[in-house]
């Protein structure tokens, strides 16, 4: 009887596809850049990005919230293989308030920022127009007319927030008063005013 053998080697294509991002972490709308990589498998690899962001190898987006991104490689013989990774967008958010608004000009009124989303520690510049030296997460100010304030948040991975909020200040009263007509020594005297400006009622006090 004759015989005769014969063997096959039958390799496994098995690619494993990786992505790399610039960054995990990003403010809204910035730049991350999303970088895939192939091994394994047959080389000659195709590359698939979700959200239509093309088949290279690199690609860059721009996410506004938190998104998670996926990339799908063929090699050449077909073999598939996929992978994910998730960038968490931070969208810091920050709040004013005042002790009183509206105040009377030159009365002291005292602002505090308050951080209500983002990554602490935070860091707060303000401005009125010009910058306000005192950097920290409350000032004080006299404003003598209606002033817009603005604060600039700034959280632990470099987001920004900002936000504004206007102090409204009372006219100042203008009062005068005079006499109709001249007395003479203990008669008595009619003095009589009027007020212009300022915000009614009013409280009267003679010297």
Known sequence: M????????????????????????????????????????VSGYSFRWSHNLGILTTVEDYPKTTTTYGLTVTDFIGCVDSANVTIQVDIPQVQITANQNPVCPDELVTLTARATAGVGPFTFTWNRGTRITDNGSQIQDR?????????????????????EFTVRVFDAPLVSAWTDKAICPGEKAVIKTSIKGGTGPFVYQWD
């Not at 294509?13 to 790399?20: G, H, M």
Request: proline share 5%; hydrophobic share 30%; net charge negative.
């Open 2 to 41: 004759c015989r005769d053998t014969d063997t096959t080697i039958v390799r496994i294509s098995d690619p494993t596809v990786r992505i790399t991002p610039s960054k995990t972490i990003a403010c809204e709308g910035d730049a991350v850049r999303l970088t895939g990589e192939a091994t394994g498998g």
């Open 143 to 163: 404003p003598n007319a209606e002033t817009v304030y603005k604060v600039t948040m700034e959280d632990a991975n470099g987001c920004l927030a900002t936000a």
